[in-house]
């Protein structure tokens, strides 16, 4: 670990783009200001360590929680899938593809030859 001493208004670089700067002592307390790009994230150690714990709380899997959404991810438990394992048309409220970020009914299919284009 480096240490340094440094009185108010002092600043240490880390690196090209972080300046740590001391704005105030009073006491036993310090305090810092920190300049950092955006990209950086910068926090108290323990927020990091809770941030940190609950990611990993998060990237955990359940058992439980996989035989609750189990049922959900069968192609049975979807009507579409059902439809078109069955040889039905799809439900045509659904956007097609290629009509990305479109809302409302499928367009209409055009005539075949030989039928009226009223």
Do not use: C, W
């Not at 009185?7 to 700067?21: A, H, L, N, V």
């Not at 714990?53 to 049922?71: F, M, S, V």
């Amino acid at each position: 670990m480096l240490v340094l001493s440094r009185q108010r208004d002092e600043t240490i670089m880390i690196g090209d783009d972080i300046e740590i700067t001391v704005v105030d002592i009073r006491g036993d307390k310090v305090r810092l200001g920190i300049n950092a790009p955006s990209r950086i994230a910068v926090h108290r150690k323990e927020v990091y360590d809770a941030i940190r714990a609950e990611n990993q709380h998060a990237a955990t899997i359940n058992k439980n929680d996989i035989a609750g959404i189990t049922p959900q991810l069968t192609p049975a438990a979807s009507g579409a899938s059902r439809a078109i394992s069955a040889g039905l048309p799809r439900d045509r409220t659904f956007p097609r593809a290629g009509t990305l970020g479109r809302t409302g009914t499928a367009p209409t299919p055009l005539p075949k030859p030989g039928q009226d284009h009223t």
